[in-house]
Nanobody
């Protein structure tokens, strides 16, 4: 099966930065897009950012535009999320996701591969 492994989460003060990483392993698959969703306690999953593998086109949720940047390392099926100017509202479990087909990348149902999640906690 395809396995997605996230790293880089942790505790940070408001205004600080973190960089999340996600690498795919296991069964070879034809990556169309990879991205990030997040889920705060008691809330539904929320789209954060996604990147199309073919050309590197990106999309970021309005709530994170100008603060978060998604990027990729093609050869390793690896995606990053650089998070700057973090706010307490960014506190959530962040999930790496991957898709093999075209679709609306802002919808969680479009991604059938999910990582285990990494906790990001922003204090103050």
């Amino acid at each position: 099966q395809v396995q997605l492994v996230e790293s880089g989460g942790g505790l940070v003060q408001a205004g600080g930065s973190l960089r999340l990483s996600c690498s795919a392993s296991g069964r070879a698959f034809r990556t169309y897009a990879m991205g990030w969703f997040r889920q705060a306690t008691g809330k539904v999953s929320e789209f954060v950012a996604a990147i199309t593998w073919s050309n590197g086109s990106t999309h970021h949720a309005d709530s994170v535009k100008g603060r978060f940047t998604i990027s990729r390392a093609n050869a390793k099926n690896t995606v990053y999320l650089q998070m700057n100017s973090l706010k307490p509202d960014d506190t959530a479990v962040y999930y790496c996701v991957a898709s093999e087909q075209d679709g609306d990348m802002t919808k969680s149902d479009e991604f059938h591969y999910w990582g285990q999640g990494t906790q990001v906690t922003v204090s103050s």
